[in-house]
């Protein structure tokens, strides 16, 4: 049976972050789900040298060191990275969180994603949707080892991918939409294994058990289509900012709550995605609202 947490706490911003640690303290069971490679949020990826001398108790502290003190307070087994929160629900008694990969359940969900983040442009055609052979991002590539891989793009990091991924696959098509790169075409002279389409968009695929198998592309001015059978698509167009992610109250791109944080039943809003009457958007007044959380869970 899937293990029930008591709390899933979703971003490891500052917030999140704090109240895991409360949730480390009072030995109530968590989990931590970030959609980023790395924990922080605003203060990694903006401020990371700046010193912050505004919250209580703590002198004066770099940004980075200040996470560094939050994440020495967590059990890193509790931590889970690269994990971006799609959709949360209600489920009986419980909430239900789903993720890119799984569905966790938990009592409680926190939901702590501050600015939120940047999601992938999706290459836009029907059926897109939860198939798994079509990829926005490359951690690590052994996967894609004898594998026909198509790139959609056509800037420096589309390039790069092509060059580094056709020594290893079983050819790469790289599909871009005008009829220059906007990378540096020298980047892909000499590659063997790769093909070149310009000026090619995405059209439609064809799908088998869940799969992407052909990839149909439409000739940008003639409208003449090209169909390739792909084991994977990389879809390499860049970031969208995400505002409004879930399905809740929102006030602009903050989500309303109550005088409790809460803005569904068994659903809290912290940190900076929080909306009420006088809300500072500040660290202090998170870690208030976690320390708020935890005496009504507890
Ligand atoms: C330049 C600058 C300087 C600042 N200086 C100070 C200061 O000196 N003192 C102070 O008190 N405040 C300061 N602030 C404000 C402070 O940084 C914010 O109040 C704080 O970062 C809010 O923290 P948070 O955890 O709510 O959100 P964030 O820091 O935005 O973190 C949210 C996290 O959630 C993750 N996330 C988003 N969506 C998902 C999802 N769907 N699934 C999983 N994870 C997700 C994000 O990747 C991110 O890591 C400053 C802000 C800026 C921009």
């Not at 949730?23 to 931590?32: G, P, S, V």
């Not at 502290?61 to 889970?80: E, G, N, Q, T």
């Not at 169909?227 to 167009?237: H, L, Q, T």
């Amino acid at each position: 049976m899937q293990k029930k947490h008591k709390i899933i706490i979703v971003g490891a911003g500052p917030i999140g972050l704090y109240l895991a640690s409360l949730c480390q303290e009072k030995e109530i069971d968590y989990l931590l789900l970030e959609s980023s490679d790395h924990v922080g949020g605003q203060l990694i990826n903006l401020y990371p040298e700046k010193d912050i001398v505004d919250i209580p108790g703590i002198e004066s502290i770099k940004a980075k060191d200040y996470i560094a003190l939050l994440v020495s307070k967590i059990d890193p087994d509790k931590v889970r990275c690269s994990v971006t929160v799609q959709s949360i629900s209600k489920y009986k008694e419980d909430v239900k969180v789903i993720t890119s990969d799984a569905t966790y359940v938990s009592e409680y969900i926190a939901l702590a994603t501050g600015l939120g983040f940047s999601k992938p442009r999706p290459m836009g055609v029907e059926g897109e949707e939860n198939t798994p052979n079509i990829i926005y991002s490359i951690k690590e590539y052994n996967h894609l080892k004898n594998k026909k891989v198509a790139i959609l793009g056509g800037g420096d990091s589309a390039l790069d991918w092509a060059r580094t991924l056709s020594k290893i696959s079983d050819g790469i098509s790289l599909i871009h939409r005008r009829t220059e790169f906007r990378g540096n075409p020298e980047t892909i002279k000499g590659c063997k294994n790769l093909a070149i389409y310009l000026p090619y968009v995405p059209y439609s695929i064809t799908k088998e058990n869940g799969l992407a198998k052909v990839l149909i592309i439409e000739q940008v001015e003639t409208k003449q289509h090209i169909d390739i059978p792909v084991d994977y698509i990389f879809v390499n167009y860049g970031n969208i900012p995400a505002s409004t992610q879930f399905e809740l109250d929102y006030d602009a791109n903050f989500v309303k709550v109550d005088e409790h944080l809460f803005a569904a039943e068994h659903i809290f809003a912290i940190g900076d995605l929080a909306s009420y009457e006088n809300k500072k958007r500040r660290i202090a007044p998170g870690n208030e609202e976690a320390r708020k959380i935890i005496n009504i869970i507890i």
